[in-house]
């Protein structure tokens, strides 16, 4: 009987959404531009009230791939046309490499093509968001009454932490693989907390290890946008438009009256009656913004864009977590759980710090390490990404034209700063360390990756492995200073109805995964907005 229900609903989706695009409107009450771990929040929260009229814009296409569908089939998304490809500027901090720097260009955005991985940042992040915001609905008292809304956690009670019955199912794996289980231990041996939960308790003192909490749902991905937005599409005021590349906002004086976005080869002008929200993650909202005349003076007028708000924060500030692949052989080919990652580690490469500064995630098959590595991966193994947490360094975004057509570059600046050198040193020592643990002998053959090596060996190896873990984040910052962005309300300063709902509006990189921290702006998004109807009468 389910499974008729659920098929009744996805043809009434379908046939309600061929409907509204065959009968496009031009006006909205609203326009959410990008359908990842944030937009696809306030499109599906706001679309709970049938009297607002929402339109969700996405470059991408559906969600139905079987890559995206089956967990352990993510990696084939990465370079696929449901991934934009970013690549970084030329670094001397990475030997003269590129950063392959992924990004979801599908319904749900990073959460349909991600590790799947839910990871709720640290206390001292959200106590950041506070402070720099100026506001304590963004410290963690008041995020885990967000937390509490949003999940429907499937382990052990914990009312004052974790929620129930909320949109989005996280589940541990029912039977955690023997490599994980052996990650965890081996953690505890040398001295590294185990917790049953990666979030909560863990995530408000020094870190600890523990089974990896996931969005997989009987067998299958959970998407932000299939928790969300999906169950109203059914509906008449949900217009949901896929093959839809945002170009331009649209201002009048200092107000956002709409946008203009490609579809099918179209420039189309779509108006907002109320608001328009930019969720399209931390690389094209900067540019969205600058190309609308939003952004730093100098910058703009190098491109010959006319100033509409000079901003200089806009496109600064990069931020993303970096990582180094160690890996194992295995002595005989290993089952893979769920998505591949099964357990997580959060720890300090100093013990004078409070807040963990490395971050450990578990692959359960060999991850190849960029060519200048000089290291083929073992046809069967497995690799942690021993990463950083807590990065000093900082990059940025700059136009190449004023044409949506030109590209932009990415300046991620890994690794640029020596702390994160330091840092980075550590947490390839402490996963060696892990890795090499006897709890490993019945599974593991050798290590393959990166092997004894000097200081200088070791350095060499870390700017040459360096990878991203896909968490771009804070080019348009919420904050109180000269190059913040946006407000404690993520109003973009001086610019009425425009707010910004995505990754971009981080002041810092939290602690862990970014797809988790994103829903709660998201959902910290929608309830703004709708106080604001509030206040101007119901649209």
């Known amino acids: ?77 990465l370079g696929s046309c449901r991934d934009w490809a970013f690549e970084g500027q030329p670094s001397d901090h990475l030997n003269g ?41 963004w410290g963690y008292d008041s995020v885990l009454n967000y937390y509490r809304r949003i999940e429907d956690w499937q382990g052990g009670a914990d009312p004052l932490r974790r929620g129930a019955g909320g949109p989005v199912h996280i589940a541990q794996p ?37 089974i990896a909490e996931l969005l997989i749902r009987g067998g299958k991905r959970q998407s932000v946008f299939r928790s969300y937005t999906y169950p109203q599409m059914h509906k008449p005021n949900l217009t949901v438009l896929t093959g839809a590349l945002v170009t331009r906002l649209i201002i009048e004086g200092k107000t956002a009256v709409g946008v203009e976005a490609v579809v099918e080869g179209q420039v189309l002008r779509f108006d907002a009656a109320l608001d328009v929200i930019l969720s399209l993650g931390a690389v094209h909202t900067p540019k969205v913004l600058m190309q609308s005349g939003i952004g730093p003076e100098t910058e703009l007028h190098r491109h010959g864009i006319p100033i509409v708000q000079n901003l ?25 759980g769920g998505g591949g990652c099964e357990a997580v580690l959060y720890w300090k490469s100093d013990s004078r710090l409070s807040v963990p500064d490395i971050l450990q995630c578990q692959l359960e098959f060999a991850v190849p390490s960029p060519p200048e590595v000089g290291i083929a991966a073992p046809d069967h193994g497995w690799s942690m990404f021993a990463g950083l947490a807590q990065p000093k360094s900082r990059g940025q975004l700059r136009l190449t034209g004023a044409s949506p057509t030109d590209p932009i570059l ?80 993520l109003r973009v300063y001086g610019i009425d109805n425009l707010r910004i709902a995505d990754a971009s509006i981080m002041p810092k990189i939290p602690v862990g995964n970014t797809m988790a921290p994103c829903v709660v702006i998201g959902e910290r998004a929608a309830d703004l907005v709708k106080a604001s109807y509030a206040g101007r009468g119901s649209p």
Not at 125 to 137: I, L, V
Not at 436 to 445: A, E, G, Q, R
């Open 97 to 137: 490499r590129r950063l392959p720097l992924n990004m979801g260009r599908v319904l749900g955005g990073g959460s349909s093509i991600n590790v799947m991985v839910w990871a709720r940042g640290h206390k001292a992040d959200w106590d950041c968001f506070a402070e720099e915001s100026g506001d304590p609905a």
């Open 312 to 336: 200089p924060g806009v496109g600064q500030n990069h931020q993303d977590h970096i990582a180094f692949g160690c890996t194992w052989e295995y002595l005989q080919p290993q089952e893979v």
């Open 410 to 489: 990415i300046e991620p600046n890994s690794l640029s700063e020596p702390e994160d050198m330091a840092a980075a040193f550590r947490t390839v020592e402490l996963c060696r360390e892990l890795g090499n643990s006897s709890l490993f002998t019945p599974l593991v053959k050798r290590e393959a990756v990166p092997l004894q090596r000097d200081r200088a060996g070791m350095e060499r190896f870390i700017r040459n492995s360096a990878v991203t873990f896909w968490h771009q984040s804070c080019t348009a910052k919420m904050g109180r200073d000269a190059m913040s962005v946006v407000d404690a309300q």
């Open 1 to 77: 009987m389910p499974h008729i229900e659920e098929s009744n609903f996805a043809r009434e989706v379908q046939e309600n959404q061929a409907r509204l695009r065959a009968e496009l409107r031009t006006s909205f009450d609203v326009i959410v531009c990008g359908s990842g771990s944030s937009g696809s929040v306030v499109a599906g929260r706001l679309a709970e009230d049938p009297d607002v009229n929402v339109l969700l814009l996405e470059a991408g296409g559906d969600d139905a791939s079987p890559t995206i569908v089956e967990p352990g089939q993510w990696p084939l998304n």
């Open 174 to 210: 029912s039977s955690p693989k023997p490599l994980a289980e052996a990650t965890v231990e081996a953690a505890r041996l040398m001295g590294i907390p185990r917790f049953g939960s990666a979030n909560g308790e863990m995530m408000e003192g020094p870190g600890g290890a523990a």
